[in-house]
């Protein structure tokens, strides 16, 4: 080794030993006879003294090293005057007396400092410094550890790692799949992988019984702000079990991480139907770290909520007009100023939620009420809603109203904006819990037909198998998604493993025989040969990451990630290729 | 969970214990009152039965079960009479009083048995048939078993897993490459990475300083026997090392998977020189589990070896006009028949070898000597031979002569193929070993200029640097392979962290300055900005597994590979894709 120790190991007790450093020049500061550097590697900093009496030759050397020069430096460990109680080696220094410039560097094209003065746009392109960097290495190392916890608890398990291929069979069902023309096959393709789902069933089918990958996956979808055309999963599927067993199973895997990554005890995980986090939340993700549920005024078609109308016949046609007017009680907010409300009567109506209006109606003080609607709903009205909502004296209520979706959603996004604005979203805070009983199709208005929520594999509940037919969009999967904070983290099903029911659920999905063979024939033709009972589920590992780390991005957890161009911009890829691999894959560029 | 012990667990230990077990059926027999049936799951196999007297419509419903229908039964442990002892479960059975059946089975169109009756071709068409297979699914447990180790010893070192990108770029150096047309930047391509080189790279100038993955990597070449599209290494990177740190390191590893994998303890590893393995075993991957060193009766360019010449001046045509004329010895086969004797010869005939013949000498038993080329060489003659290559009496030799590489090449074919005749390359027995000093640069005829041997980013010996503009095959490489039993399974090398030195070493190559830049203008640009001294190592990881497994083929040891056409048969991809597909990625067809 070209070392004796790393940049962040030595303490107080090493004082006195003759050590060999290497690392990258962090910074340097020169005070009189002295100069003070520190240097870095992936381990942490230590400083380093060059002193101009003892060998003024090295400390002259020392002082034209520039930032970011790979340097290897022997001396003494000695103890600090001045101690930094933030560092591990903030105990001591090292008396140089030998120094070697492994390697000289440009000036970077921005800091290598916690908070960097780089931009993203050169950040990305000059990826390799940005991950010097301890936000982005730290990032990287709590990936790498998470992975490594992840397995521990999987192996433990019994899980099985199994590899899948990359090279695949392009499906036309779901995402648009990225293709790899066939050099010895011309005129045919692979598809990269959008999961491994059919391979993870047929290795059940095979027997293998457990089975998990940490996986790369693709697809070939215009990019949003926090989409990566690669990306990564914890991919997981059990046989001879019911959805429980794998509630189970991957809860422990959930609490497991927590506590050897975050050493956070999470409990227990709360479960709640699809249904519920509709009507409660507006959504299938809810951030259940605040309350805050939302409450419709209106008759609501879950069974629990029906109740009375509370808004109709005082002749707000607003209100009687709505298919939905739901409300949320913000604890403490009376004292709400005109400007605030107006602030988020602004933020209901951007086009992204398309509100016409906010309703609002404040319990004060004083016990009066006070709504933008006082023309129309009485004291008592209002109180109403106040007891409806379980609101108390000193809170205020917010209510939407219009279409059903549109109007839920957007409450939805409202609640989590009050919760930010409440600091009732706390970061370091973690409350998971598992979403149930999903509907296992949705209605296409645009393409005419059904789709399956999650995929077409998933097996309904078998007491609604008869619905099927009759009332397709009530039949539920035994399926479950993981969220974390207001983040779906992970999700599966049980599958279906009987090929009559496959048939029928792809006759459903509005397969023809000929199309559902020609896609899924090797699965089907599987499942004619004893397929187990069997479920899965995978996990969005980069969200995973970034979820752990704090972050809202998951690109700071991806080593090299791509833009949201689906360029990478440090090699500028993807690229021209020459004719003769064009002539060799059997292929040509259509002209622009 | 559907079963409360898995079919490999229960033993006398368990007698009158209550369970639930749920599997595939293997076999049944039915033996006058009484029906015997053994059920399979991934942990092993227990016998059930089922009692005529007791339950007779129980047993008469096991009558009608098929070959690898999936059952569930529920019964009570009990001790066998006819105890089975080479399995584990074998003192054991159930006396079943509950049977459901899971999933029913076609029959399968091979037996699921140890041996199978089931060609290839079929087996791969249904491999999740092949995979229920004992000796599929050992292989595939044993690679997550070598996986999971290379884990354990990795992250004790150090080592941060970390996932490079697989949508990268094409660069013509080296394999073809496999392209990925995207379609959100028409007419360019990503490419398939043929190993995460670049990007470990960059990670070390990143300074994530121990890298490690185990990674997909892929090469579109015309498919060998033995080589997939898509395989698997354990790819690693270390900074701040010399080449004695990354030998120590891996052969750390390599010794933690033997004795965590098979139990065996192998030893320091020997080191060999390139110019040592092609001298004495005529060929860079020595099976050293048994001596028979290649020995030349020419002067041998090799320094240890120059001494005099054996065989010249005696007339014999052949030998005088050889380039080279190289000796091995199998001891005591001196009585090797004549007919023995015409098969060697026969077999160095063969067009993949080429030679025109086989001489032979023998040291009788009897002390006199009888050659092939008797009437040229005396018994003198014979005897420095003998001595030569350290014969003794009752010893062979074999001799071959003719253009230096092909005969050198024909020889280690024939050292390996007495070998395998001398049962000295015994399964079972593992002698690993490193072999050192590779030349830097290979000269290709054909296109007439130098190719790296290894990468382009192997760093020369320093010492040899010097060499490259003048004599650029005589440059050594700080380059290293891992050879056991004869095979590559690992190669690395300290790489150029200097952008000079690199610079220099893409001129070699002939690449202009404007192909380096285009091709590798990231990695020389990270190199500006403090590249640190790196070097690592890449193992076959399919390959790796099949030496664990005792089998030449890495095609056991992947769940779900391609055959030689590079096809999936059971998937049956590659396979065509929609006009819609080609159109939305720019690209179209050649006209057949």
Redesign the interface.
């Known amino acids: ?3 004796t120790h790393t940049c962040g190991e030595l303490t107080i007790k090493d004082a006195g030993k003759k050590v060999t450093l ?1 690392g ?1 020049l962090q910074r340097s500061r020169d005070l009189g006879g002295m100069t003070f550097t520190d240097i ?4 942490g900093i230590t400083q380093l003294v060059f002193n101009m009496d003892s060998n003024a030759a090295l400390c002259e050397q020392a002082r034209k090293l520039g930032r ?3 340097i ?1 430096v022997s001396g003494i460990v000695a103890e600090r005057s001045n101690k930094n109680a933030k560092m591990v080696t903030g105990d001591i220094e090292i008396n140089v007396d030998q120094l070697e410039v ?5 000036l ?1 094209p921005f800091t290598i400092e916690e908070n960097t003065d780089g931009g993203d746009e050169i950040r990305m392109k ?4 940005d ?2 960097r301890n936000p982005v ?1 730290e990032s ?2 709590l ?2 550890k998470v ?2 916890e992840t ?1 521990n608890y999987l ?1 433990n398990e019994n899980f ?11 499906t ?1 069902e779901g995402a ?17 992988p959008q999961s491994p789902q ?2 993870k069933q ?2 059940m ?6 089975y998990y990958q940490i996986v ?1 996956c ?1 697809r ?1 979808e ?2 949003r702000a926090d989409r990566q ?2 990306f ?1 999963q914890i991919d997981c599927e059990m ?4 959805q429980e ?1 794998i509630l189970n199973t991957f809860e422990g895997l959930t609490k497991h991480l927590f506590k050897n990554v975050k050493g956070v005890d999470i409990g227990e995980l709360p479960r709640m139907s699809f249904a519920d986090a509709m009507t409660y939340y507006g959504n299938d993700k809810p951030d259940i770290r605040f309350e805050m549920k939302l409450r419709s005024l209106t008759p609501d078609p879950s069974p629990k909520e029906r109740g009375e109308n509370l808004v109709s016949g005082k002749n707000f046609k607003i209100f009687d007009d709505a298919e939905l007017v739901v409300a949320i009680c913000a604890r403490g907010c009376a004292e709400y100023t005109r400007k605030q409300l107006d602030e988020l009567t602004e933020w209901v109506k951007r086009p992204q939620l398309g509100m016409t209006g906010l309703i609002y109606s404040r319990w004060n003080s004083d016990g009066t009420y006070k709504s933008s609607v006082d023309k129309f709903y009485s004291a008592e009205d209002q109180q109403k809603w106040f007891e409806h909502c379980g609101g108390q004296q000193g809170d205020l209520i917010l209510i939407l109203a219009g279409e059903k979706n549109k109007t839920r959603k957007a409450m939805s996004e409202l609640r989590l904006e009050m919760g930010n604005r409440l600091g009732l979203r706390k970061a370091g805070e973690y409350k998971a819990l598992w979403v149930l009983d999903f509907p296992l199709l949705e209605y296409s208005d645009e393409q005419k037909r059904w789709f399956a929520m999650h995929h077409p594999f998933t097996s309904p509940k078998p007491e609604d198998i008869a619905l099927l037919e009759t009332d397709p969009g009530a039949v539920r999967a035994n399926a479950y998604d993981l969220v974390i904070n207001g983040t779906e983290i992970g999700g599966g099903s049980i599958r279906i ?2 090929k009559d029911l496959q048939k029928k659920m792809f006759s459903v999905l509005g397969f023809t025989d000929e199309d559902a063979q020609n896609q899924f ?2 699965l089907m033709n ?1 499942f ?6 069997h479920g899965g589920i995978a996990f969005g590992f980069d969200r995973l990451c970034a979820m752990f780390g704090g972050s809202d991005s998951i690109r700071d957890y ?3 990630p ?1 833009n949201n ?4 911009v ?9 004719e003769e ?1 064009l ?8 002209e ?1």
């Open positions: 080794m070209l070392r290497c990258w870095r590697d992936r381990y970011e020069f790979v290897s492994l390697n000289t560097s440009l970077p000059y990826r390799y410094l991950i010097r290495k990287l190392l990936r790498a992975a490594a397995r192996y099985c790692e199994i590899e899948t291929p990359v090279l695949i069979k392009s036309p648009r799949d990225f293709v790899v023309p066939s050099r010895m096959n011309q005129g045919e393709f692979y598809a990269l059919t391979f047929l290795l089918v095979a027997g293998m019984d457990r790369k693709f070939d215009d990019l055309p690669e990564t046989s001879f079990v019911e067993d493993h009987n024939g090797f599987a004619e040969y004893g397929a187990p009972p991806i080593a090299f791509k161009a689906g360029r990478d440090m090699i500028d890829s993807p690229s021209k290729i020459s691999q002539k060799e894959l059997g292929i040509k560029l259509n622009k």
